[in-house]
């Protein structure tokens, strides 16, 4: 086994040294940025499946359509920022009781109108890429490209799906 590179720390995972070529200190800065994003996502989630669940009204079908393309796709992406966490040397926060702890967004009160359930989405979407653009900042710092290329995406798709809900409130 080739001794790691002195520039850089490493740490031991099982039997294993972690030199990725990032420093200790910037891997933990990083994953705890991604650690909020995973909480904030996380929570975006089950707010969106909860509006799933029950919005009603004359836009019914149209929402329940929408907010089901939306809670897969951050289903999906709840795996891939705690399996980057993973990747780099650090615990992915796993229970309500962390991402309650990490998260910026406010859980729903009750079962809102369908124009609310909008409105809170937007809001969501944007407090996601928020903290998805402070993380980006120091994974960039750090010459970590493939978080800042998993940032990149999730930075994309919820400025998008912002603008989408935000257009359906006219």
């Given amino acids: 086994m080739m001794p790691p590179s002195p520039e850089f720390d490493t740490q031991l995972e099982g039997n294993m040294e972690i030199n990725l070529g990032i420093k200790k200190e910037d891997r933990e800065q990083i994953a705890a940025g991604l650690s909020k ?52 040397g650090e615990f992915a926060p796993g229970s309500y009781a962390q991402f309650a702890q990490l998260t910026s967004l406010a859980e729903a009160d009750g079962v809102p109108e369908a124009e609310a359930m909008l409105a809170d989405l937007v809001a969501g979407h944007e407090a996601v890429a928020r903290t998805a653009r402070v993380a980006f900042t120091a994974a960039s710092n750090a ?4 978080t800042s290329d998993l940032l990149t995406q999730r930075l ?15």
Avoid at 59 to 67: P, S, V
Avoid at 157 to 169: D, V
Wanted: net charge negative; no cysteine; aromatic share 12%.
């Fill in 156 to 170: 994309q798709i919820h400025e998008k799906t912002a603008w989408m809900l935000r257009s359906m409130l006219g």
């Fill in 143 to 146: 010459g970590d490209q493939p």
């Fill in 37 to 88: 994003l995973l909480a904030d996502s996380y929570t975006l989630y089950l707010k969106t499946h909860n509006y799933h669940w029950n919005v009603t009204g004359p836009m019914f079908n149209t929402l329940h359509l929408m907010f089901e393309q939306q809670y897969n796709e951050l289903w999906l992406a709840i795996d891939l920022i705690a399996e980057r966490i993973r990747s780099l």
